[in-house]
């Protein structure tokens, strides 16, 4: 089986890498390799994603696959976005959280929509020229207030209209059949015949 390295340091989102690929390749993480994480300079998510790629297949010699995501409300104009790791300025989700509620306090529901976005990025080596890139979208809501446990980031705020919940009471397998990220990897794997 061929060693993949994925190129995130966000547990959550390793999880749920894992899960989607494992049956395909011997998967392994960059932070087995580095703990530095390259800065995000890129302004959009497909020149973040590549630039994680590079540099996960630079430490480790191995082929690395990327994820750049993030959430893109309709009201903030696409806000957080690329920075929605940081978006109240500590790389920590209830912060973030808390940071969303207070830009959205007494916005109504219908001017509250979202989506969740999602680039992957794999190369083959560090100065791959080539490198395949897959996007993915997931249409949802911002609520009022958490609800939930499950997942990570955004979650608890995420409303799914399909499924009547929010992504953090989704099940994993569950969420990893609908979200951005599952759709971006259901290209990539159909780009790689897999
Ligand atoms: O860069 P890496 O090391 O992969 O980890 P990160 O957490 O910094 O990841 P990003 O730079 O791509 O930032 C994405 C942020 O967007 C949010 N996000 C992305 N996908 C999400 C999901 O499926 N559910 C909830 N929040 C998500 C979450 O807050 C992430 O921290
Ligand atoms: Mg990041």
Redesign the pocket.
Known sequence: MKTLVL????Q???K?LQAMLGAHFKVRS?SEFSQQ?PE?TGLS?IE??IL?ARHAAKVSGFPAL??????AVDYLQGA?G?R????SGQ?N?AA?NQQLLTALAGVPDEQRGAQ?V?ALALVQHADDPLPIVCEGF?QGRILHAPQGEH?????PL?FVAEQNCS??ELDAST?NKL???AQAMHKLRQRLGL
């Open positions: 190129a995130s340091h966000n959550g989102k390793l749920e960059v994480e995000e998510f973040n994603a994680k990327a994820d750049d995501s993030g959430l957080p690329i929605s790791a940081r978006y790389n989700d973030n969740f999602c997931w997942g990570f980031g955004y979650d995420f992504s953090a969420k979200s951005h990220r």
